[in-house]
């Protein structure tokens, strides 16, 4: 089982980046996948998850209406699109799997993942 996070990068504040996480191992028709980040001397924090359906979706109230988890099953990859990009939206990103019922609230609890990818590096400056 492999996820293989890609996508990050050097974008200015207001930019738009998108991640993809590849799975290798396993098919999402059974699996949740989540996005977390973590910045320097943070704890690892939720951003968004899409549940094995596909039908739901959790995102962080940081993140609500400007990022836009999706799933290619065709490809077996999960994307995270982050528009209007913040300084503080700087930190490593990575995904990972849950079980299928852990989409659904309240929280995107970094405890329900396993199988975690190696993380991409966003930075938003100037």
Do not use: H
């Amino acid at each position: 089982v492999q996820l293989v996070e890609s996508g990050g990068g050097l974008v200015q504040p207001g930019g738009s980046l998108r991640l993809s996480c590849v799975v290798s191992g396993f098919t999402l028709d059974y699996y949740t996948i989540g996005w977390f980040r973590q910045a320097p001397g943070t704890e690892r924090e939720g951003v968004s998850c899409i549940s094995s359906s596909a039908d739901s979706t959790m995102y962080a109230d940081s993140v609500m209406g400007r990022f836009t988890t999706s799933t290619d099953k065709a490809k077996n990859t999960v994307f995270l699109q982050m528009n209007s990009l913040k300084p503080e939206d700087t930190a490593r990103y990575y995904c990972a799997a849950a079980d299928p019922s852990k989409c659904a609230g309240p929280n995107i609890r970094r405890d329900d993942y396993y199988n975690w990818g190696q993380g991409t590096q966003v930075t938003v400056s100037s």
